[in-house]
């Protein structure tokens, strides 16, 4: 079983990355790009278990240890 | 004052502030290392700069994690001094014993200069030596060092006087040029609600001496040598 974690910067938190990449493809001329936002794709593999439980235990460590809640969210699924 | 210096895998201002505190100031310094559960008596603790543990998934997110900091947090809640410099302040951000996070600089860019910062209060430990206003000229050395917090915990600082150093121009004043990483307020360095945990992007420790340009940053240190030590329980 795998977890596919994504941990992306708030909306209200500015993305200077996101910006700079923004830029760079309006540069090179790729057009009609409303706003890019660059995060984080973790995937975490998992021995198995009881699928509720993973849920809690995955959504613990996002919050406690793989985003900080003041600048970023997550979302995730976990995979058989 | 008896200081303690928190060591972690990529800690790397941990000896330029021993030297500051043991050599300048003349103070009593051991290193604390980060598998250690207790910090022995020390009255100040210095989370020193650097890249604790590589910087890893966010500056300071695995640092806040480690034995040493469950005891400096103890440290801090007990009410003992608390100085986070650069990656310190991150961790103690991480941590909560400071509110609001650091970000990447807004120009992405890794920033290492002298900067001004105005001292906007005295009422802390840190700032007691300091005048209220006084501009001190000070390095910065980062790439993550652009504070970010919610609008209500922005007012809430301003509130509280909890901002304790701003980045202004040579003269003092408050502005967008004078802002090096996009700092929400220009915010350079805050404390927490009880005063005695202080965390700041600029580097105190490394402007102690003429010979190293400035010794600007004496003042926070030499304001933390003016507590009078209360015994740690």
Redesign the interface.
């Known amino acids: 079983m795998k977890a596919r974690i994504i941990v992306m ?1 708030k909306k ?3 993305d ?2 996101g910006k ?1 990449v923004k830029h760079a493809l309006e540069s090179m001329n790729f057009r009609g790009i409303k706003d890019v936002r660059i995060g984080k794709f973790m995937e975490i593999e998992l021995e198995g278990g009881n699928k509720a439980e993973l849920q809690k235990k995955i959504d613990e460590a996002c919050h406690k ?2 985003s ?1 809640p ?2 970023e969210e997550y979302t995730f699924e976990i995979h058989e | 004052m008896k200081f303690g210096i928190v060591q972690f895998p990529g800690s790397n201002c941990d000896q330029d502030a021993y030297h500051a505190l043991a050599d300048v100031l003349g103070q009593p310094v051991r290193y604390i290392w980060h598998k250690d559960t207790t910090l022995g008596d020390v009255d100040c603790v210095v989370v020193p700069g650097g890249f604790s543990y590589g910087d890893y ?2 500056t300071g ?1 695995i640092a806040r ?1 480690s034995p040493a900091m469950k005891a400096v947090m103890e440290h801090a809640k007990s009410g003992g001094l608390v100085l986070g410099i650069c990656n310190g302040f991150q961790i103690l ?2 941590a909560h014993l400071l ?3 650091l ?6 860019k890794l920033i290492c200069e002298h900067v001004h910062l105005r001292v906007e209060t005295i009422d802390s430990p840190f700032t007691s030596a300091a005048r209220k206003g006084q501009v001190l000229r000070i390095p910065i050395a980062h790439g993550e060092g ?1 504070y ?3 609008p209500k915990v922005i007012e809430q600082l301003q509130r509280e006087d909890r901002v304790l150093l701003r980045y202004c121009t040579k003269d003092g004043q408050i502005t967008d040029a004078a802002n090096p990483n ?1 700092s929400l307020d220009n915010i350079a360095g805050i404390c927490n609600e009880t005063r005695n945990v202080f965390g700041l992007m600029p580097h105190p420790e490394r402007a102690c001496e003429k010979l190293l340009g400035s010794e600007d940053g004496r003042v926070i240190l030499e304001g933390v040598l003016r507590m009078t030590v209360t015994a740690a329980p």
Not at chain 2, 103 to 108: A, D, E, Q, S, V
């Open positions: 910067p209200t938190v500015l200077p990355q700079t240890l793989l900080n003041v600048i | 998934l966010r997110a994690f951000c991480e509110p609001g996070a970000i990447r600089n807004r120009g992405l652009n970010f917090a919610e996009g």
